[in-house]
């Protein structure tokens, strides 16, 4: 709503009224919608969408603090991780092998889709997951629809389990089968974390949604159902004033589980 070709058609028609609807009320570069918008209107919440059977909670667990991405050296670029430096960080041996271990103890069996960095980086996930014997595949933005089709189909159906991409299922994608999400992308964006974690709320079967958090997402962001403050100002104002995360969290000592 802020880039120039929406600026432009909106000067176009200044006598209109100008609807703009989104889950989530956030731009990565940290500018308000307040440039645009005169008013924001909140009409439901992930727990009231819980409450009413619409979204499943989700269980989020994490890793020790020395199985995350080391980000000391990572650069930030446009309110957001430096993607090359990001790739570097998180594409290790070490790093990709523990994603596997933690799937197979908390979410084995569950249809899954990983959230990484890089095509290689979601190539080398796929090639883990492969390795110790879970059906698994890769798509990125240069598969073509007859591919993805045939892999999703097969998602669906449980022939693969688990699915990696880099940024192609991010948002606009529905399949209420997939029942964990793998964060392997670490994120400063709030908007695009939650996109991620949303892709398996949507109830199916009666099965819990697992979120597989590999990069420090909940403890930064809170957790996905928690209730937030949305404001039309920019981040820099919305820091002044009142967080927009929920309540305060903690990571359980034995199976690193993210609770209030």
Request: hydrophobic share 40%; charged share 25%.
């Amino acid at each position: 709503a802020l880039a120039k070709s929406y600026r432009d058609l909106a000067d176009h028609y200044p006598d209109a009224i100008h609807l703009g609807l989104t889950a989530t009320p956030y731009r990565a570069d940290g500018r308000g919608l307040g440039d645009m918008y005169d008013e924001i209107l909140v009409v439901s919440s992930p727990r009231e969408l819980i409450q009413q059977g619409y979204l499943v909670e989700p269980r989020v667990f994490t890793v020790p603090t020395d199985a995350l991405p080391d980000l000391s050296s990572v650069r930030t670029r446009r309110g957001d991780y430096h993607e090359s430096d990001l790739a570097e960080a998180v594409d290790r041996a070490q790093l990709v092998g523990s994603i596997v271990e933690h799937w197979l103890r908390h979410a084995n069996g569950l249809r899954t889709v990983v959230f990484a960095v890089s095509v290689k980086h979601s190539m080398h996930i796929a090639t883990q997951f492969r390795q110790a014997g879970v059906p698994a595949e890769h798509l990125d933005g240069t598969s073509s629809v007859e591919d993805r089709d045939a892999v999703l189909t097969r998602l669906d159906s449980g022939e693969t389990l688990v699915v990696s991409n880099a940024m192609l299922f991010v948002e606009g994608w529905d399949q209420p089968s997939v029942k964990c999400a793998v964060l392997a992308r670490p994120t400063k964006s709030t908007g695009l974390y939650l996109q991620q974690a949303g892709r398996i709320l949507r109830p199916w079967d009666d099965l819990q949604a697992v979120i597989l958090d590999h990069a420090g997402c909940a403890l930064e962001h809170g957790l996905p159902q928690d209730d937030r403050e949305f404001t039309l100002d920019s981040a820099k104002k919305r820091r002044k004033g009142k967080a927009d995360v929920g309540p305060p969290l903690k990571t359980c000592e034995q199976c690193y589980a993210v609770v209030h």
